[in-house]
């Protein structure tokens, strides 16, 4: 079954420090998703990305956010200077449209700022 | 306003009893929902959804009630096994409009199947 690949499965930075977390969709998938779970809370939605531009985000996805698909494959979410609470597990997901059928998560990146 | 902490409802239950999971939703413009189960370590793996013009939806195992009227959500698993121990999460999906499939979650309940 295709899967969505996050990488990598753990990372710990400095406070202050850029982050890339990167995902490789589902490869006939269009639309794509970054979400972040902090430590015992519900999953939050942080931005949706289509034809190359995002479609949606959130008030947590703020000016320290960006999201890339640099090549036909890959998906990054970029943090540019980490804080504290960016501490979370972050959840990239993809779907052929914009229903329910088929919309993957992978298994997330945990991010530890300390 | 949105209820968020650290400490999820729980629910345990012995194997091979049935379970009902709750949620309570807020946008009553949404077009469907979806219950996900949340292994530890693990991304939300899609288990059923059901969309906002039906009232229940069978599955394997698996049985989703929507009550529109009081914007509630349920999730019965039958013959509950322990590997279903999991955090279960609902989620929205408004209709149509520029929400480009965005989910809302709810906050999530932990089951626990004690062998």
């Known amino acids: 079954e295709p899967e969505v690949t996050q990488t990598p499965s753990h990372q710990v930075t400095q406070m202050g420090q850029e982050v890339i977390l990167r995902c490789v969709p589902i490869s006939n998938h269009l639309y794509f998703y970054w979400y972040r779970q902090i430590l015992g809370q519900k999953v939050e939605f942080l931005v949706s990305f289509y034809n190359n531009e995002i479609s949606e985000k959130s008030e947590i996805f703020d000016d320290q956010f960006s999201v890339e698909r640099p090549d036909g494959s890959n998906f990054t979410l970029k943090i540019r200077s980490t804080k504290l609470e960016d501490s979370a597990m972050y959840f990239c997901?993809?779907?052929?449209?914009?229903?329910?059928?088929?919309?993957?998560f992978g298994s997330g990146t945990r991010l530890t700022v300390v | 306003g949105e209820s968020v902490g650290l400490h999820l409802p729980t629910l345990s239950v012995q194997e091979g009893d049935n379970s009902i999971i709750n949620c309570a939703y807020s946008?009553?413009?949404?077009?469907?929902f979806i219950w996900y189960k949340q292994e530890s370590g693990k991304g939300p793996q899609f288990i059923i959804d059901?969309?906002?013009?039906?009232d229940k939806r069978q599955g394997q195992r698996v049985t989703v009630l929507l009550n529109k009227t009081v914007k509630h959500l349920s999730l019965q698993i039958a013959a509950t096994q322990p590997g279903d121990s999991a955090v279960y999460f609902c989620?929205?999906?408004?209709?149509?409009?520029?929400?480009?499939?965005?989910?809302?979650f709810g906050q999530g309940t932990i089951l626990t199947v004690h062998p």
């Open positions: 989620a929205e999906i408004p209709s149509g409009g520029t929400s480009y499939g965005k989910l809302t």
């Open positions: 946008n009553s413009a949404s077009d469907y």
């Open positions: 059901i969309r906002s013009n039906m």
């Open positions: 997901a993809s779907t052929r449209g914009t229903g329910v059928k088929g919309y993957t």
